[in-house]
């Protein structure tokens, strides 16, 4: 049936539909904006009595004896579709099985995938006999439009979801429904379902496994939740119930229905300044100085946002963004932005932000759960009470290094200085939300159990860094040296200065030495792919215009520039100690950043180069990489992917002896 055949036919019989005047609110259960309607017409599925005498008793409501006169079917294959006579959204549909048989969707998952095709712009549901269903004794699905039901939302309980092709779907649903336990006496494992197209041949399903069909308050409120409370509408039959349903109760309730997993919130610093300018899409409602979405298709928008802030990409946009804004007056008069979310949701926009929406599924996949392992680990390093690393700044010495223990309002900021993160607007394609969906919770983990402080940079340049070179003075095993290559070739030690020569004065062999435009454009955003040299590069400065530069930069007036010397090379041939010798002062910088920061009018690409001088008194700075190179290297990643890795390949090629787990 095309969208315009279904809107026909429901408009035919909306007369004969009782559906009253309903009152709606918004309530929050773990940082997800979830529906409460109040709907006294659904008393009757909502107060059902669903033991074995009761159903017994009484007539079956969906055979055709039963149905109301003017609910005229439409037929297909052994199932007649109906308008809904009580209907909880507009467009509600019900479709039944000709036969009196019981609900059991084992042998039915086809016909509900194929139904989600035939039903243009529906999604197609299912509650299970002890999972929602008032008629568990004869066979139905549901559907409702799909604006309605969004099934690309974070959950606050588990949930499998499965995304492709009908046969791709139907595969995935059965194996994990297959693995599901069943209660004693019972014909199915408890569950509810949705189904969804999305092209021609293009499918997205979700299964939400139950530990009961109601929770425990039910005498007490009488919310009975199906596959639409379980999917984001909660529906009340009476006000009390109605004015009831907070998102204490609603914690209550799925509690005991479903299996709780406890998403993990994050607060991510968006801008500072003396004015913030905001709009928003939808209805929010405030809260003291924060502003939560009354539903899940919300956005704000905040203008003039600084991305790449000290980079040479930076630039403003204006950026659109889900969950709840917080805007936080400070004492200097500013106004910072902080957008609070589901890790999951901030994920997505995170792999879009920093490489490209359209890298490859195992890409994506794998970055999925490198940043959520890093934020994960740093919120919790954030709060313990491990005493921090001092810095040193003396006279002659800096050696300074930048983290997240620079944010104190907000867990980490939105740009490169923690993770780039650019709102809702860089999530334009469906292989990001099956990355984020398809790694739901998985982390990486070091033997002694502990969440890995997982690292990404643009280009490793063909070794990879220690953690301990680029940051505080901590060695982690699983960050270690190693080539960015398949198989066992040794690496030289860059630590050596001869041997850093030669390897950076070469091209070797590396998964991220030579990638095509293809790939490139999978990793990098328009902004990035300003620069076309990434594995190997020169930068030349005149004698005047070198000591300027870090005269500008460093705030430190060496005078004229005699030498720059490296003192200490780490595990790839980066410099984290380097000599600035100058006709009024000598002084040692460190660590890779900071050098980088005095190098360049933004940053140099890597701190990984050697020192030419010109015949002129000027300078070459031959160099290798993009960025720190420790962790997953995105451009190797992209190539990995490109050559048929899988995610799991990818991970533990740049985290050595790391563990993939679930952290919830």
Request: glycine share 8%; proline share 4%.
């Amino acid at each position: 049936m095309t969208r315009r055949e279904i809107e026909d036919f429901v408009s035919g019989q909306i007369g004969m539909v009782k559906m009253p005047e309903m009152k709606e609110k918004c309530v929050t259960v773990g940082g997800v904006p979830w529906r409460v309607l109040f709907n006294s017409e659904r008393a009757r599925s909502t107060r059902a009595s669903v033991d074995k005498a009761s159903i017994a008793a009484r007539p079956c409501f969906l055979c055709p004896d039963n149905r109301f006169e003017w609910q005229r079917p439409v037929s297909w294959r052994n199932y007649d579709i109906l308008v809904n006579p009580y209907p909880v959204l507009s467009g509600h549909l019900t479709i039944v099985a000709k036969e009196h048989i019981g609900q059991a969707i084992g042998l039915r998952l086809r016909d509900m995938i194929d139904l989600a095709r035939e039903l243009d712009g529906y999604t197609v549901f299912y509650n299970g006999p002890h999972s929602g269903a008032s008629a568990p004794d004869h066979m139905h699905f549901q559907a409702v439009p799909e604006t309605w039901l969004n099934l690309h939302r974070c959950f606050p309980f588990e949930r499998y979801y499965v995304s492709g092709s009908a046969d791709e779907v139907e595969s995935g649903l059965r194996s994990y429904i297959g693995q599901l336990d069943i209660v004693a006496d019972e014909v199915e494992p408890r569950l509810n379902a949705a189904v969804k197209r999305m092209g021609d041949d293009e499918y997205e399903a979700i299964v939400i496994p139950r530990r009961e069909h109601r929770p425990s308050c039910y005498e007490r409120v009488h919310i009975s939740p199906g596959a639409l409370d379980m999917f984001g509408y909660v529906v009340a039959t009476s006000e009390s119930d109605f004015d009831a349903a907070d998102s204490c109760l609603l914690e209550e309730i799925f509690d005991d229905v479903a299996f709780r997993r406890r998403v993990p919130v994050v607060q991510v610093g968006i801008m500072t300044g003396p004015r913030v300018s905001y709009k928003f899409h939808g209805p929010y409602r405030r809260e003291g100085d924060s502003f939560y979405p009354e539903r899940e298709d919300c956005e704000f928008e905040l203008e003039n946002v600084a991305i790449g802030i000290g980079f040479h990409w930076e630039r403003r946009e204006n950026q659109r963004f889900k969950g709840i804004l917080r805007l936080l007056d400070n004492n200097d008069g500013t106004t910072t932005a902080i957008n609070i979310l589901p890790v999951d949701e901030y994920l997505q926009s995170v792999i879009s932000s920093e490489m490209s929406a359209h890298a490859s599924l195992q890409l994506l996949k794998a970055h999925a759960v490198i940043s959520r392992s890093w934020l994960l680990a740093q919120i919790a390093h954030k709060s313990s009470t491990v005493p921090k690393f001092e810095m040193e700044c003396t006279p002659d010495r800096l050696i300074k290094w930048y983290d997240h223990d620079d944010h104190d309002l907000f867990d980490v900021c939105a740009d490169d200085h923690c993770q780039r993160y650019q709102g809702a607007a860089r999530i334009d394609r469906q292989a990001v939300y099956d990355a984020v969906q398809s790694t739901l919770g998985e982390v990486l983990m070091d033997s002694d159990g502990n969440l890995c402080d997982a690292r990404f940079s643009k280009c490793c340049g063909g070794a990879f860094e220690e953690f301990e070179n680029c940051w505080e003075p901590v060695h982690h095993d699983y960050l270690c040296a190693a080539r960015d290559i398949d198989g066992k070739q040794s690496l030289p030690d860059l630590t050596d200065e001869a041997n850093a020569r030669e390897w950076i004065l070469s091209r070797p062999d590396a998964f991220c030495s030579a990638p095509d435009d293809g790939i490139l454009a999978q990793v990098l955003n328009n902004y990035d792919r300003e620069t076309s040299d990434f594995y190997r590069w020169t930068v030349s400065y005149g004698a005047n215009e070198l000591s300027e530069l870090i005269k500008s930069r460093s705030g430190v007036d060496f005078g004229d520039i005699i030498d720059l010397i490296p003192l200490r090379r780490g595990t790839s041939g980066r410099i984290y100690e380097l000599q600035i010798v100058g006709s009024k002062r000598i002084m040692t910088v460190g660590k890779e950043l900071e050098i980088r920061k005095w190098l360049s009018t933004s940053h140099l690409y890597s701190s990984a180069f050697v020192v030419e001088h010109r015949a002129d008194g000027g300078w070459l700075l031959h160099g290798a990489g993009w960025g720190h190179g420790v962790g997953l290297c995105q451009i190797g990643a992209a190539v990995m992917g490109a050559k048929g890795f899988e995610y799991k390949d990818i991970l533990h090629h740049y985290f050595k002896d790391a563990e993939i787990k679930r952290a919830y």
